[in-house]
Protein backbone atom coordinates (compact mmCIF):
# COMPACT_ATOMS: atom_id res chain seq x y z
CA UNK A 1 0.00 0.00 0.00
CA UNK A 2 1.26 3.69 -1.05
CA UNK A 3 1.36 6.77 0.68
CA UNK A 4 -0.59 9.77 0.06
CA UNK A 5 0.99 13.32 1.17
CA UNK A 6 -0.81 16.09 1.09
CA UNK A 7 1.02 19.25 1.36
CA UNK A 8 0.27 23.14 0.60
CA UNK A 9 -1.92 23.90 3.35
CA UNK A 10 -1.49 26.81 5.28
CA UNK A 11 -3.09 30.77 6.35
CA UNK A 12 -4.97 33.03 3.08
CA UNK A 13 -6.61 36.22 3.24
CA UNK A 14 -10.52 36.44 1.69
CA UNK A 15 -10.36 36.28 -1.91
CA UNK A 16 -6.75 34.41 -1.80
CA UNK A 17 -5.27 31.31 -3.94
CA UNK A 18 -4.05 28.23 -2.21
CA UNK A 19 -2.46 25.09 -3.86
CA UNK A 20 -2.88 21.71 -2.49
CA UNK A 21 -1.21 18.57 -3.44
CA UNK A 22 -1.05 15.24 -2.90
CA UNK A 23 2.26 13.01 -3.41
CA UNK A 24 0.26 9.50 -4.54
CA UNK A 25 2.50 7.71 -6.40
CA UNK A 26 0.95 4.05 -6.02
CA UNK A 27 -2.44 5.15 -7.04
CA UNK A 28 -1.88 8.00 -10.09
CA UNK A 29 -3.60 7.11 -13.32
CA UNK A 30 -4.08 3.38 -12.00
CA UNK A 31 -7.38 3.64 -12.78
CA UNK A 32 -8.89 4.69 -9.05
CA UNK A 33 -11.14 8.08 -8.11
CA UNK A 34 -9.23 10.42 -6.31
CA UNK A 35 -10.07 13.01 -4.36
CA UNK A 36 -10.08 15.67 -2.04
CA UNK A 37 -12.26 16.23 1.19
CA UNK A 38 -12.43 18.55 4.03
CA UNK A 39 -13.66 18.95 7.54
CA UNK A 40 -14.39 22.15 9.50
CA UNK A 41 -14.26 22.21 13.01
CA UNK A 42 -17.41 20.34 14.44
CA UNK A 43 -18.73 19.73 10.89
CA UNK A 44 -18.82 16.32 8.68
CA UNK A 45 -16.20 15.56 6.67
CA UNK A 46 -17.67 16.65 3.21
CA UNK A 47 -16.23 15.75 -0.83
CA UNK A 48 -14.69 19.20 -2.10
CA UNK A 49 -13.77 17.23 -5.75
CA UNK A 50 -12.70 14.16 -7.49
CA UNK A 51 -11.29 12.80 -10.72
CA UNK A 52 -13.09 9.32 -10.94
CA UNK A 53 -11.52 6.22 -12.81
CA UNK A 54 -12.48 7.65 -16.58
CA UNK A 55 -10.58 11.29 -15.61
CA UNK A 56 -14.45 12.42 -14.99
CA UNK A 57 -14.01 15.31 -12.59
CA UNK A 58 -16.85 16.03 -9.97
CA UNK A 59 -16.83 19.55 -7.77
CA UNK A 60 -19.25 19.92 -4.70
CA UNK A 61 -21.33 23.26 -5.66
CA UNK A 62 -19.87 25.22 -2.36
CA UNK A 63 -16.21 25.41 -4.39
CA UNK A 64 -17.46 24.85 -8.01
CA UNK A 65 -16.04 27.63 -10.00
CA UNK A 66 -13.25 28.60 -7.44
CA UNK A 67 -11.78 25.12 -7.10
CA UNK A 68 -9.64 22.84 -9.82
CA UNK A 69 -8.71 19.96 -9.32
CA UNK A 70 -6.39 18.01 -11.90
CA UNK A 71 -3.34 15.61 -11.67
CA UNK A 72 0.03 15.37 -13.18
CA UNK A 73 0.71 11.62 -13.77
CA UNK A 74 4.39 12.38 -14.58
CA UNK A 75 4.68 13.28 -11.16
CA UNK A 76 2.26 11.22 -9.72
CA UNK A 77 0.81 14.19 -7.94
CA UNK A 78 -2.91 15.20 -7.30
CA UNK A 79 -3.38 19.06 -7.33
CA UNK A 80 -6.86 21.09 -5.61
CA UNK A 81 -5.99 24.76 -6.78
CA UNK A 82 -8.37 27.23 -4.53
CA UNK A 83 -9.24 30.21 -5.66
CA UNK A 84 -11.12 32.94 -4.56
CA UNK A 85 -11.47 31.46 -0.88
CA UNK A 86 -13.68 32.04 1.46
CA UNK A 87 -13.40 32.15 5.81
CA UNK A 88 -15.98 28.81 5.08
CA UNK A 89 -13.35 26.97 3.01
CA UNK A 90 -11.55 26.84 6.81
CA UNK A 91 -11.22 23.26 6.94
CA UNK A 92 -8.77 20.60 7.31
CA UNK A 93 -8.14 19.38 3.83
CA UNK A 94 -7.22 15.01 3.22
CA UNK A 95 -6.70 13.42 -0.14
CA UNK A 96 -8.20 9.82 -0.25
CA UNK A 97 -8.23 6.59 -2.90
CA UNK A 98 -11.13 5.40 -3.75
CA UNK A 99 -12.43 2.42 -6.41
CA UNK A 100 -12.95 3.43 -9.94
CA UNK A 101 -16.16 4.83 -9.34
CA UNK A 102 -16.23 6.47 -6.19
CA UNK A 103 -19.08 9.16 -5.22
CA UNK A 104 -17.18 11.88 -3.67
CA UNK A 105 -20.26 12.72 -1.63
CA UNK A 106 -19.73 9.60 0.02
CA UNK A 107 -16.44 9.57 2.06
CA UNK A 108 -17.14 6.52 3.52
CA UNK A 109 -16.70 5.27 -0.65
CA UNK A 110 -12.95 6.16 0.03
CA UNK A 111 -10.73 3.28 1.58
CA UNK A 112 -7.30 5.23 2.17
CA UNK A 113 -6.52 8.35 3.19
CA UNK A 114 -3.66 10.90 4.26
CA UNK A 115 -2.90 13.03 6.40
CA UNK A 116 -4.32 16.22 6.48
CA UNK A 117 -3.26 19.85 5.38
CA UNK A 118 -5.00 22.45 7.34
CA UNK A 119 -6.28 25.52 5.57
CA UNK A 120 -7.61 28.66 7.34
CA UNK A 121 -8.64 31.59 5.38
CA UNK A 122 -9.17 35.02 7.57
CA UNK A 123 -12.03 37.80 6.27
Known amino acids: QGQLVAEGGGSAQSGGSLRLSCAAS????????MGWFRQAAGKEREGVAAIDGEGKIMYSDSVKGRFTISQDNAANTLYLKMDSLKPEDTAMYYC?????????????????WGPGTQVTVSS
Open 96 to 112: AVGPFYADYEAPTDFHF
Open 26 to 33: EYINKRYC
